[in-house]
């Protein structure tokens, strides 16, 4: 009944890292080139849950925009916006956390981990909203597919819960159930300096992550200094069970390389990590040195990134509008 459609976005609350590429970027590109109508969308709105200095925050998002244009993003193919231009995103959250329930953000493991060691009541109610908000993203658009690194899983599925307890509620069936697309090597790309955090571009530590705006020296040097353990790479992708750092650095070759897990394993059995980590750093600066090259080209020329971004806008409220129209009236606004 739905047609498919794909919707994911991106905060523009800081430089965009190797994970945000692997587990984001690099599949919506890749979605784009199969066909599938694609929406893109530099999420603001939710980057200012947490405080922005507003001209960094312009400047990220125009940076932003270069990033998925610069990955392989074509703003004739997709549609590629900012979310605080098209005002039905805010319109659906509201309606959206009328829906949600407090128990299901309460259950919610990222608003835990984004304030861990920090005074959570001291958090912004946006924080705490933040899903609810990214339910609205979604279903402003009716999409039925999010490709998204398995951070957003539990996100994910609360957007299913609201969609589903609005039918519920207004006896309708007017929401689709989305599904994760979470596929692939490294959808989860951990810190290079602690192997049970996510790699992040809200981590304090720049030598935790790999920014895309990162020359090849600086590559090369984060890599080299990543924490493994003593031993060699094992035999057999088993051999990377409890060995968060080692398993990170082979999810990360594999998923820059297109192959398996278990290709790399086989290619590098016994090699250790001194001749294994030069050879990541060649691939990780093959693959993202140009990605860099042409975010800089775009870079020098704001007001056509902005231009894009505007007909993008455009686009997306044409979609956006008749279905927030169509849901006020089934609320019966
Ligand atoms: P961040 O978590 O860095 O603030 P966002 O919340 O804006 O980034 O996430 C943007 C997209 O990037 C999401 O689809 C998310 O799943 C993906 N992503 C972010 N960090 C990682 C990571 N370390 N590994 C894989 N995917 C990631
Ligand atoms: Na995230």
């Not at 020296?217 to 924490?227: C, L």
């Not at 059995?269 to 042409?294: H, M, N, R, Y």
Request: glycine residues 6%; contains cysteine; proline residues 5%.
């Amino acid at each position: 009944r739905f047609t498919p459609r794909i919707f994911s976005g991106i905060q523009p609350s800081g430089g965009l890292t190797l994970g945000n590429y692997l587990g984001a970027l690099k599949r919506f590109v890749e979605k784009q080139d199969e066909g599938i109508e694609t929406i893109y969308c530099l999420v603001d709105m939710h980057a200012i849950t947490v405080w922005q200095d507003p001209e960094r925050l312009r400047q990220q998002t125009r940076e932003g925009a270069a990033a998925f244009i610069a990955a392989g993003i074509d703003p004739a193919r997709s549609i590629l916006f900012n979310q605080s231009q098209v005002s039905a995103h805010a319109e659906l959250a509201w309606i959206f956390n009328c829906v949600a329930r407090l128990g299901w953000m309460n259950r919610m493991t990222q608003f835990k981990d984004k304030t861990a060691g920090k005074n959570a009541e001291a958090a912004s109610l946006g924080l705490y909203a933040y899903p609810s908000l990214m339910a609205a993203d979604i279903m402003a658009y009716h999409a039925t597919m999010v490709p998204v690194g398995e951070d957003q899983k539990q996100h994910l599925e609360l957007t299913r819960d609201i969609a589903i307890k609005f039918n519920n509620d207004y006896g309708v069936d007017f929401f689709p159930v989305v599904e994760p697309l979470i596929e692939g090597a490294a959808t989860r790309v951990m810190s290079l300096r602690d192997g049970t955090k996510k790699m992040s571009k809200s981590d304090p530590s720049d030598q935790s992550r790999i920014n895309l705006t990162d020359d090849a020296d600086m590559i090369a040097a984060k890599i080299r200094k990543a924490k493994t353990d003593p031993e060699p790479l094992p035999g057999s992708v088993d051999g990377l069970r409890d060995r968060p750092e080692a398993k990170n650095l082979v999810n990360i070759y594999a998923a820059l390389s297109g192959q398996t897990v278990a290709e790399v394993i086989a290619e590098n059995a016994g090699a250790q990590f001194g001749s294994f980590k030069p050879k990541l750093a060649d691939l990780a600066v093959a693959k993202l040195s140009p990605i860099t090259v042409e975010m800089n080209r775009l870079m020098k020329d704001p007001a056509e990134i902005d231009r894009i971004l505007g007909n993008g806008a455009d686009r997306a409220e044409a979609i956006a509008r008749p279905i927030l129209e169509r849901t006020k009236d089934i609320v019966g606004m």
